[in-house]
Nanobody, 114 residues
Framework: QVQLVESGGGLVQPGGSLRLSCAAS????????MSWYRQAPGKERELVAR????????NYADSVKGRFTISRDNAKNTVYLQMNSLKSEDTAVYYC???????WGQGTQVTVSS
């Protein structure tokens, strides 16, 4: 069955960095675009970044452009989200998703606070 397992979340000070990982299994990873979403308390889940199946095309929410970088390693069946210059408003649960399907990971908490 499809599994998406996020890791790398935690507590970080404003201005700091974190790298999230999402390990995928149960499907042909290199055939699918992948996305990162986030959901802050009391807010709707929002798209943060998306990467094409080969990794050649990326898209970002305006709120994270220039600070976050999505990447993937198809040999390792893993998608990453490098988050730099973190702000308090980036605090949320971050989820990875297999694009075009209803497959989600369980989420990883990112808290940006001093």
């Amino acid at each position: 069955q499809v599994q998406l397992v996020e890791s790398g979340g935690g507590l970080v000070q404003p201005g700091g960095s974190l790298r999230l990982s999402c390990a995928a299994s149960g499907f042909t990873f290199s055939s699918y675009a992948m996305s990162w979403y986030r959901q802050a308390p009391g807010k709707e889940r929002e798209l943060v970044a998306r990467i094409s199946s080969a990794g050649s095309t990326t898209n970002y929410a305006d709120s994270v452009k220039g600070r976050f970088t999505i990447s993937r390693d198809n040999a390792k069946n893993t998608v990453y989200l490098q988050m730099n210059s973190l702000k308090s408003e980036d605090t949320a649960v971050y989820y990875c998703k297999r694009s075009g399907t209803g497959d989600w990971g369980q989420g990883t908490q990112v808290t940006v606070s001093s």
